[in-house]
């Protein structure tokens, strides 16, 4: 395809009236579907054709899948085969336009598609969009539409089959979301069904297929902006492209389109242009870009998004210990804070946009930066992309590869190229996109998993194999964002190398599994710091309702076959009755263990967090594992499948802060940091108190200091000798105050918590109702420590799981949600209540 010429039009022209009449879709979801399985002992009429299970439990033939332990009942949902059918008319007047097309952008994912007994498609990838030319076998009037779906597991034993060596897991001949075939954190329902989008699509002459925000240049008080667009026509014709920028004309230029596909690039000017920034460093701005085809008179088609002017650059330049990595935006250096985000459902098509705009409101809430869409699940939907714009989180973007082996057939390569290419092309114009990654963990499992032994690789496996990986994330998929988004660094995976080798921490990214897989001490998180962290975590019990949501009273005590199937790590139970004997004292009650399970995982999390942030510019980026959930589980996110969120994501919020107070433990001295990740130096007073958990002081002290902009570093140290013996008795409060705003607040307590000797605590609490809205306060004349308010309704705290500090006013919100119409009733709970 080569580049057309533009020719400039004079913007009088633009003054025309034009009709929006030439393309015209279809929605097949209006249409009535029915289900049959493949011995058609299960007939439904009037389904919703999206998901096999969802058709099924609307039907009232399967119970919820996430209750109790049905899971483990349901699985012969995904060993048949199931076609769903729909008959529909067509006016005449619809075949009246030149070319009909039939739209899928997504089958998952196996799919026979038979339109009147005419086989048009063979799907095979959950990720990728079909499109095919139907007018000449659409009827006017009558119409069938089948679309048999196979079942994946059937379809990958096959393929192992016929393949001389066995992959580390079968899942990997399938192009569909790996997690669905079961996670350590997630169930195994393999889903069938049109999940995406489908339509008939009609239009005449010539049609746009993209438009691609290439690039751009700001000079002075004006920006440069090159647009790409494709369009195909139908014959050799001159056009007119029309660009309109926030509903504004901007431009229009004369093309000469041949019969085909043709590209365009389109100057676009926009005066004094702003940038978008990620949150925290400055605003989200956003254009709105509407390109309109024209002929004539008449409005052919047009396409609309908003996007953000910025410049990415991962910097990995050779320094004193091995190389940086880390992100600049628009020349800044960013220190990315966030997470790793997992698909929100099993069952994906019954997520609203209510869900992704609570979830993305959250991250921000969270004081992020930063979410990695992890391989194992799916590359998001648009509204994912559109709210990290608009939010200003961004997107760390893996490829759908994770901790397996692939093949390397042409049939699978050229399957995965046209996968790549319809993803790339889609997300590429969100300024929140900031990296593509090939695979998550496919190199340090190759290199460190034992998988040459486990699964008797001969020599000349062992080339083959790695043969196909560097095809695929070292040739294909670099070459690819190469061609389709030159402007984003790519990375072939993460991590980079294995978190037990020492240049995992010298250079690239690393995942630190040494905590909680290795059983390593939370201590171990101070010093295993990489040059960025994008992956380490803890796992953490879920709230109590949301256990009651998926319980029955019988269920809710440890050891139960309904809480074990609502934990899918192998020693998971083991690991934090292990680490929660190590840093408290184990509670008998089930709703208090609950209750330490989270603030255990806050504290271990936290001293990761703080290490990482600490060793500020060495390490440039901290990714928890993980955000959310899929269902009802005990895993490692900070807010669970109904939006709950844990100890960990109130920690996560506090220690993601702008500025952060931390400490670190030398000798008999207690160093304090300050680190900011703002753009801008700040004056400020540092002022800190030693006290014992009554509040008396043993000593205070304050220092004027200067923090600078994008730094960490020491301001102050503590002497702690006068502690000796009595480390117990005593806990260390530290401010930092900015013209009469307090930027950060920490305390540091010099033994673990099941050491402390903490007084008992008469927590006083005054609630405030506005608006069906609560102001809660709460004063303690004694330290209560890691304070949790609960409600009997549903609903968000502004904080929770902190410290009351002795004579001392906590002020906090509850917000209850939108169906709540029930006056909430408050309880406390704090640490010196149960240790």
Aim: hydrophobic share 35%.
């Amino acid at each position: 395809m080569k580049y057309c010429n533009l020719f400039f039009i004079p913007f009088l022209i633009l003054l025309f009236s034009c009709r929006d009449d030439q393309v015209k879709n279809i929605d097949l979801s209006g249409f009535e579907w029915s289900l049959t399985s493949d011995d058609s002992s299960i007939i439904l009429k009037n389904v919703n054709p999206a998901d096999v299970h969802l058709a099924l439990l609307e039907a009232g033939l399967i119970p919820d899948p996430f209750y109790r332990d049905h899971e483990k009942e349901l699985q012969w949902v995904s060993e048949y085969d199931w076609t769903f059918v729909t008959n529909f008319d067509l006016e005449d007047s619809f075949f009246n336009h030149e070319h009909i097309e039939l739209v899928f952008e997504g089958l998952d994912t196996y799919a026979q598609v038979v339109l009147n007994d005419s086989l048009v498609l063979l799907a095979d990838n959950m990720f990728r969009n079909w499109r095919i030319k139907v007018k000449d076998i659409l009827n006017p009037g009558n119409n069938t539409l089948s679309i048999c779906f196979s079942s994946p597991e059937k379809k990958n034993k096959a393929r192992q089959e016929q393949l001389s060596y066995a992959l580390p897991d079968i899942r990997g001949f399938t192009r569909k979301a790996a997690y669905q075939f079961g996670w350590d954190w997630g169930p195994t329902f393999v889903t069938s069904g049109i999940w995406k989008p489908a339509y008939l699509k009609a239009w005449d002459g010539a049609v746009i297929r993209d438009v691609y925000q290439r690039s751009f240049e700001v000079k002075g008080n004006e920006a440069n902006v090159m647009l790409e667009t494709e369009v195909e026509a139908t014959t050799h014709k001159q056009y007119q492209i029309q660009v309109f920028v926030n509903d504004s004309v901007n431009s229009e230029y004369g093309v000469q389109f041949d019969q085909g596909i043709n590209l365009s690039k389109i100057p676009v000017r926009i005066l004094n242009p702003k940038l978008w920034w990620p949150n925290g460093y400055g605003e989200q701005h956003r254009y709105k870009l509407t390109v309109k085809l024209l002929d004539e008179d008449k409005l052919m088609d047009e396409v609309s998004f908003k996007t953000g002017l910025r410049k990415v650059e991962l910097v990995q330049e050779v320094d004193s210990v091995g190389s940086s990595f880390y992100f600049k935006i628009n020349g800044i250096p960013v220190f990315a804070k966030g997470a790793n985000y997992i698909p929100q459902d099993n069952f994906l098509p019954r997520l609203k946009e209510e869900n992704y705009e609570n979830l993305i409101l959250d991250a921000k809430k969270s004081n992020m930066n930063m979410l990695r869409v992890w391989g194992g699940g799916i590359y998001e939907n648009d509204i994912f992309y559109k709210l990290c714009d608009k939010h200003g989180i961004m997107v760390w973007q893996d490829f759908m590869f994770a901790c397996n082996l692939y093949p390397g057939d042409s049939q699978f390569v050229k399957n995965v190229k046209r996968e790549a290419t319809d993803n790339i092309r889609r997300i590429r114009n969100h300024p929140s996109l900031v990296i593509w990654c090939g695979n998550n963990e496919v190199d340090e499992a190759w290199h460190n998993w034992g998988w040459q032994k486990q699964f008797n690789y001969s020599p000349e496996d062992s080339v083959e194999i790695w043969n196909h990986y560097r095809d695929l994330f070292e040739d294909l998929l670099p070459g690819l964002v190469k061609k389709y988004n030159p402007e984003i660094p790519y990375w072939p995976s993460s991590p980079s190398t294995g978190w037990g080798r020492p240049e995992a921490y010298t250079s690239g990214d690393v995942h630190y599994w040494g905590v909680w897989w290795g059983k390593e001490p939370f201590e171990k998180y101070e010093e295993k710091v990489g040059r960025f962290m994008s992956e380490y975590g803890f796992q953490g019990i879920p709230d109590l309702k949301t256990i009651h949501a998926f319980t029955e009273p019988v269920d809710r005590h440890l050891g139960s076959k309904v809480m074990d199937v609502h934990q899918k790590h192998p020693f998971g139970w083991e690991a934090i009755q292990e680490y929660m004997e190590r840093d408290y004292k184990a509670p008998e009650s089930f709703e208090d263990y609950v209750y330490i399970s989270q603030l255990l995982q806050a504290k271990g999390i936290k001293t990761a967090m703080e290490a990482h942030r600490r060793a500020k510019p060495h390490c440039m980026g901290t990714l928890y594992w993980q955000f959310n959930d899929c269902w009802p589980v005990t895993s490692w996110s900070g807010i669970d499948y109904y939006g709950r969120w844990k100890a960990l994501q109130y920690a996560v919020k506090r220690a993601y802060k702008t500025y952060l107070i931390s400490f670190e433990e030398k000798n008999e001295h207690l160093a304090i940091y300050v680190v900011s990740d703002s753009i801008s130096d700040v004056n400020a007073n540092l002022t800190w108190k030693l006290m014992d958990f009554n509040g008396n002081s043993l000593r205070e002290g304050q220092k004027e200091i200067s923090v600078l902009k994008n730094s960490s570093g020491i301001y102050a140290e503590v002497g702690c000798n006068q502690l000796a013996g009595r480390k117990s008795e005593f806990f260390l409060s530290v401010e930092l105050w900015s013209q009469n705003t307090l930027l950060s607040t920490a305390e540091h307590y010099f033994v673990k918590p099941n050491q402390l000797t903490l007084p008992s605590a008469d927590i006083q609490i005054q609630v405030l109702e506005k608006n069906k809205n609560y102001l809660i306060e709460l004063t303690s004349e004694t330290l209560a420590k890691d304070v949790s308010v609960s409600s009997t309704v549903d609903g968000h705290f502004s904080d929770k799981n902190f410290d009351l500090l002795p004579g001392q006013k906590k002020s906090l919100y509850f917000v209850p949600g939108p169906t709540n119409d029930q006056i909430p009733e408050f309880e406390i709970k704090c640490l010196n209540d149960i240790q």
